[in-house]
Nanobody, 116 residues
Framework: QVQLVESGGGLVEPGGSLRLSCAAS????????MTWYRQSPGKERELVAS????????FHSSSVRGRFTISRDNAKNTVYLQMSSLKPEDTAVYYC?????????GGQGTRVTVSS
């Protein structure tokens, strides 16, 4: 079955950087678009970024554009989210999932806290 394991979250100061990883298994990764979304307590889920199966088609939400970059390594069945210039409002649990601009439930998520 589909397994998605997110990692790389943590506590970071405003302006800092983190790289999230999502290891995928149980499906043909190279054929799948992938998405990162996030959820903060009391807020709706928010789409962060999507990437097409060849890594050419990209989407980044307006709230992260220019600061976050989605990428993938099909040889490693892994999708990444490079996050820079982090802000307190980026604090959330970040999830990856299959699909383009998808909110399909993914893994357990990885928590990112941006605070001084």
């Amino acid at each position: 079955q589909v397994q998605l394991v997110e990692s790389g979250g943590g506590l970071v100061e405003p302006g800092g950087s983190l790289r999230l990883s999502c290891a995928a298994s149980g499906f043909t990764f190279r054929d799948a678009s992938m998405t990162w979304y996030r959820q903060s307590p009391g807020k709706e889920r928010e789409l962060v970024a999507s990437i097409g199966n060849f890594g050419i088609s990209l989407f980044h939400s307006s709230s992260v554009r220019g600061r976050f970059t989605i990428s993938r390594d099909n040889a490693k069945n892994t999708v990444y989210l490079q996050m820079s210039s982090l802000k307190p409002e980026d604090t959330a649990v970040y999830y990856c999932t299959k699909g383009w601009r998808s909110f399909t439930p993914g893994g357990q998520g990885t928590r990112v806290t941006v605070s001084s």
